[in-house]
């Protein structure tokens, strides 16, 4: 299920660290953001969301930021573990239809 | 499991067959949709139903023709495919299609096209 063949950017974390994983978005009008996660052989699955009359959001041991500035989403996730290892993607969403835009992938590799 | 099942899960054809793909969501949402998932691209939006009526069509060839007949079930039928379509095809639903939800995914049908 994974963006295989596409050259997707890599973070590599330490089991325990913090992990930051960025995406810039397009569309200024753009006013709903969704993180999802992937694993390998399996479809998206949702993280977190924020609309875009908040700049965070807080969820289980993951924090979503938006500076609609410049047009950056970050998604945090604390004391990272091996289960966290997987394709993130950002997609937004413009105009109250759920018509999401999804951001090409950060691949996220735990080491123990 | 997330209440979306796809199958087949992997599928192999030629150019010249016809196949279809299958999608159920399990959840009572009015929205469902296909994506495409290459490994040259993003994910990208094919077809979005909303009440078993076909409300986005993004510039998707017409070798790829889908079906809604009811809201739990979605189609896409596949003729004359070419090798650049070899791809991951995702089905999502959601609530509804209008007022932002968060979007449901299968596990996708892994499909080559020879």
């Known amino acids: 299920g994974e963006s295989v063949g596409l050259h997707l950017p890599t973070l590599s974390v330490q089991e325990g660290d913090n992990s930051i994983i960025n995406c810039a978005y397009s569309?200024?009008?753009?006013?709903?953001f969704i993180w999802y996660k992937q694993e390998s052989g399996k479809g998206p699955q949702f993280i977190i969301d924020?609309?875009?009359?908040?700049d965070k959001r807080q969820g289980q041991r993951v924090t979503v930021l938006l500076n609609k500035t410049v047009k950056h989403l970050s998604l945090q996730i604390a004391a990272t573990q091996p289960g966290d290892s997987a394709v993130y993607f950002c997609?937004?969403?413009?105009?109250?239809?759920?018509?999401?835009?999804f951001g090409a992938g950060t691949r996220l590799a735990v080491h123990p | 499991e997330t209440g979306v099942t796809q199958t087949p899960r992997h599928l192999v054809m030629g150019m010249t067959n016809k196949k279809s793909l299958k999608c159920e969501q399990h959840l009572g949402h009015n929205a469902m949709y296909w994506y495409k998932q290459s490994a040259k691209k993003p994910l990208e939006l094919m077809f979005v139903?909303?009440?078993?009526?076909?409300?986005e069509n993004n510039s998707v060839p017409s070798r790829f023709s889908p079906e809604c007949p009811n809201s739990s079930h979605l189609f896409l039928h596949l003729h004359t495919l070419q090798p650049e379509d070899s791809a991951l095809y995702l089905c999502?639903?959601?609530?509804?299609?209008?007022?932002?939800?968060?979007?449901?995914f299968g596990p996708g049908t892994r499909l080559t096209v020879t």
């Open positions: 997609a937004e969403t413009a105009g109250g239809y759920n018509k999401l835009i």
């Open positions: 139903y909303s009440l078993e009526e076909r409300v």
């Open positions: 569309n200024s009008a753009s006013d709903y």
């Open positions: 924020i609309r875009s009359n908040m």
């Open positions: 999502a639903s959601s609530q509804d299609y209008g007022g932002v939800r968060e979007q449901y």
